[in-house]
Protein backbone atom coordinates (compact mmCIF):
# COMPACT_ATOMS: atom_id res chain seq x y z
CA UNK A 1 0.00 0.00 0.00
CA UNK A 2 1.28 3.32 -1.21
CA UNK A 3 0.64 7.27 -1.20
CA UNK A 4 -1.04 7.21 -5.16
CA UNK A 5 -0.34 11.11 -5.78
CA UNK A 6 0.90 14.55 -4.74
CA UNK A 7 3.58 15.86 -2.14
CA UNK A 8 3.47 12.25 -0.28
CA UNK A 9 4.02 10.49 -3.69
CA UNK A 10 5.03 6.51 -3.65
CA UNK A 11 5.61 6.95 -0.07
CA UNK A 12 4.91 3.67 1.33
CA UNK A 13 1.69 2.67 4.05
CA UNK A 14 1.44 0.49 6.83
CA UNK A 15 -1.71 -1.05 7.63
CA UNK A 16 -2.93 -2.35 10.84
CA UNK A 17 -2.34 -6.40 11.70
CA UNK A 18 -5.00 -8.98 11.10
CA UNK A 19 -7.89 -9.15 8.60
CA UNK A 20 -10.39 -7.24 10.68
CA UNK A 21 -9.04 -3.67 8.64
CA UNK A 22 -9.46 -3.62 4.80
CA UNK A 23 -7.46 -1.24 3.24
CA UNK A 24 -9.07 0.44 -0.08
CA UNK A 25 -6.87 -1.09 -2.41
CA UNK A 26 -3.91 1.49 -4.88
CA UNK A 27 -6.65 1.49 -7.69
CA UNK A 28 -9.64 2.21 -5.99
CA UNK A 29 -8.22 5.35 -4.52
CA UNK A 30 -6.90 6.05 -7.72
CA UNK A 31 -9.97 6.40 -9.29
CA UNK A 32 -11.94 8.14 -5.98
CA UNK A 33 -9.40 10.69 -6.20
CA UNK A 34 -9.63 10.62 -10.03
CA UNK A 35 -13.12 12.04 -9.34
CA UNK A 36 -13.03 14.53 -6.25
CA UNK A 37 -9.81 15.85 -8.23
CA UNK A 38 -11.71 19.30 -8.87
CA UNK A 39 -12.82 19.56 -5.10
CA UNK A 40 -9.25 18.53 -2.84
CA UNK A 41 -7.53 21.33 -2.63
CA UNK A 42 -8.48 23.13 0.14
CA UNK A 43 -11.24 21.05 1.14
CA UNK A 44 -11.84 19.92 4.45
CA UNK A 45 -12.21 15.90 4.49
CA UNK A 46 -13.62 13.35 7.17
CA UNK A 47 -12.30 10.33 6.84
CA UNK A 48 -14.91 7.74 8.65
CA UNK A 49 -13.54 4.78 9.72
CA UNK A 50 -10.25 5.62 8.51
CA UNK A 51 -8.41 2.52 8.94
CA UNK A 52 -4.65 2.98 7.76
CA UNK A 53 -5.53 6.40 7.25
CA UNK A 54 -4.60 5.64 3.54
CA UNK A 55 -7.53 7.53 2.03
CA UNK A 56 -7.07 10.36 4.64
CA UNK A 57 -3.40 10.69 3.85
CA UNK A 58 -3.97 10.70 0.28
CA UNK A 59 -6.25 13.62 0.37
CA UNK A 60 -3.44 15.45 2.32
CA UNK A 61 -1.02 14.68 -0.54
CA UNK A 62 -3.30 16.02 -2.68
CA UNK A 63 -3.93 19.25 -1.14
CA UNK A 64 -6.61 18.97 1.36
CA UNK A 65 -6.79 21.72 4.23
CA UNK A 66 -7.41 19.12 6.52
CA UNK A 67 -8.14 15.90 7.68
CA UNK A 68 -10.15 14.55 10.54
CA UNK A 69 -9.49 10.77 11.09
CA UNK A 70 -12.56 8.98 13.02
CA UNK A 71 -11.39 5.62 13.77
CA UNK A 72 -11.72 3.39 17.49
CA UNK A 73 -10.33 0.26 16.77
CA UNK A 74 -6.55 0.12 18.80
CA UNK A 75 -4.47 -1.49 15.76
CA UNK A 76 -5.98 0.77 13.41
CA UNK A 77 -5.21 4.08 15.47
CA UNK A 78 -1.49 2.89 15.99
CA UNK A 79 -1.52 2.46 12.13
CA UNK A 80 -2.53 5.90 11.57
CA UNK A 81 0.02 7.49 13.93
CA UNK A 82 2.36 5.65 12.06
CA UNK A 83 1.54 6.78 8.76
CA UNK A 84 1.62 10.27 10.10
CA UNK A 85 4.70 10.14 12.10
CA UNK A 86 6.68 8.17 8.52
CA UNK A 87 5.55 10.80 6.25
CA UNK A 88 6.50 13.73 8.88
CA UNK A 89 2.60 15.23 8.89
CA UNK A 90 2.44 17.15 11.74
CA UNK A 91 -0.55 19.52 11.10
CA UNK A 92 -3.54 19.76 9.07
CA UNK A 93 -5.21 16.61 10.80
CA UNK A 94 -7.40 15.77 13.71
CA UNK A 95 -7.79 12.13 14.57
CA UNK A 96 -10.98 11.39 16.33
CA UNK A 97 -10.36 8.10 18.52
CA UNK A 98 -14.22 7.15 18.96
CA UNK A 99 -16.87 5.31 16.71
CA UNK A 100 -17.94 7.22 13.45
CA UNK A 101 -21.11 8.31 15.25
CA UNK A 102 -19.87 9.89 17.98
CA UNK A 103 -17.10 11.78 15.98
CA UNK A 104 -20.07 12.92 13.72
CA UNK A 105 -22.25 14.12 17.18
CA UNK A 106 -19.09 15.81 18.20
CA UNK A 107 -18.13 17.75 15.26
CA UNK A 108 -21.30 18.39 14.67
CA UNK A 109 -22.06 19.83 18.16
CA UNK A 110 -18.61 21.54 17.90
CA UNK A 111 -19.78 23.40 14.47
CA UNK A 112 -17.37 21.44 12.44
CA UNK A 113 -17.85 21.81 8.87
CA UNK A 114 -16.60 19.13 5.91
CA UNK A 115 -16.77 19.67 1.95
CA UNK A 116 -16.07 16.03 1.70
CA UNK A 117 -16.57 12.92 3.61
CA UNK A 118 -15.32 9.40 3.07
CA UNK A 119 -16.97 6.24 5.12
CA UNK A 120 -15.57 2.37 4.73
CA UNK A 121 -16.90 0.70 7.16
CA UNK A 122 -16.24 -2.77 7.78
CA UNK A 123 -18.02 -5.13 5.44
CA UNK A 124 -19.55 -6.97 7.74
CA UNK A 125 -20.61 -4.28 9.50
CA UNK A 126 -23.24 -4.06 6.67
CA UNK A 127 -25.83 -1.62 9.48
CA UNK A 128 -22.95 0.96 9.61
CA UNK A 129 -23.73 2.26 6.06
CA UNK A 130 -27.05 3.38 6.73
CA UNK A 131 -26.64 4.40 10.53
CA UNK A 132 -23.48 6.63 9.32
CA UNK A 133 -25.57 8.06 6.59
CA UNK A 134 -28.62 8.78 7.94
CA UNK A 135 -26.36 11.05 10.46
CA UNK A 136 -25.27 12.44 7.67
CA UNK A 137 -28.35 13.40 5.84
CA UNK A 138 -30.43 14.02 9.13
CA UNK A 139 -28.95 14.54 12.86
CA UNK A 140 -25.93 15.47 11.98
CA UNK A 141 -26.79 17.42 8.21
CA UNK A 142 -25.16 20.67 9.84
CA UNK A 143 -21.41 19.04 9.27
CA UNK A 144 -21.84 18.94 5.78
CA UNK A 145 -21.03 21.97 3.96
CA UNK A 146 -23.09 23.66 1.24
CA UNK A 147 -21.78 21.99 -1.72
CA UNK A 148 -20.42 18.85 0.81
CA UNK A 149 -20.35 15.17 -0.91
CA UNK A 150 -20.23 12.09 0.46
CA UNK A 151 -18.92 9.08 -0.81
CA UNK A 152 -19.53 5.12 0.48
CA UNK A 153 -17.23 2.02 -0.30
CA UNK A 154 -19.05 -0.87 -0.12
CA UNK A 155 -18.86 -4.14 -1.59
CA UNK A 156 -20.55 -3.94 -4.99
CA UNK A 157 -23.31 -6.90 -4.15
CA UNK A 158 -24.57 -4.51 -1.34
CA UNK A 159 -26.73 -1.86 -2.78
CA UNK A 160 -27.20 1.16 -0.55
CA UNK A 161 -30.72 3.04 -0.41
CA UNK A 162 -31.10 6.05 -2.95
CA UNK A 163 -32.02 8.14 -0.12
CA UNK A 164 -31.37 8.53 3.33
CA UNK A 165 -32.76 12.01 5.03
CA UNK A 166 -31.56 14.77 2.93
CA UNK A 167 -28.68 12.51 1.42
CA UNK A 168 -29.41 11.32 -1.99
CA UNK A 169 -26.97 9.47 -4.25
CA UNK A 170 -26.69 11.08 -7.47
CA UNK A 171 -23.63 8.49 -8.82
CA UNK A 172 -22.55 5.11 -8.42
CA UNK A 173 -19.18 3.55 -9.87
CA UNK A 174 -17.92 -0.18 -9.04
CA UNK A 175 -14.82 -1.73 -9.81
CA UNK A 176 -13.94 -5.08 -9.26
CA UNK A 177 -16.02 -6.35 -6.07
CA UNK A 178 -15.74 -2.89 -5.14
CA UNK A 179 -18.08 0.30 -5.60
CA UNK A 180 -18.46 3.70 -4.51
CA UNK A 181 -21.58 5.30 -3.85
CA UNK A 182 -21.17 9.11 -4.25
CA UNK A 183 -24.48 11.25 -2.10
CA UNK A 184 -25.47 14.76 -1.69
CA UNK A 185 -27.68 16.83 -0.20
CA UNK A 186 -31.03 18.32 -1.39
CA UNK A 187 -33.13 17.26 -4.02
CA UNK A 188 -32.16 14.28 -6.95
CA UNK A 189 -31.84 16.24 -10.30
Known amino acids: ?26 RLRETLFNVLAPRIEGAVFLDLYAGSGAVGIEALSRG ?30 ALEARSAAAALRRLAAAGRTAGIVFLDPPYVGAGEYEHTLSLLGGECASLLSPDAIVIA ?28 SFYRCGEAS
Open 1 to 26: MRVIAGIYRSRPLAAPPGRDTRPTSD
Open 64 to 93: AAEVIFAENAGPALQAIRRNLASLGIKGNY
Open 153 to 180: EHIRKYALPERLGSLHRYRLLQQGDAAL
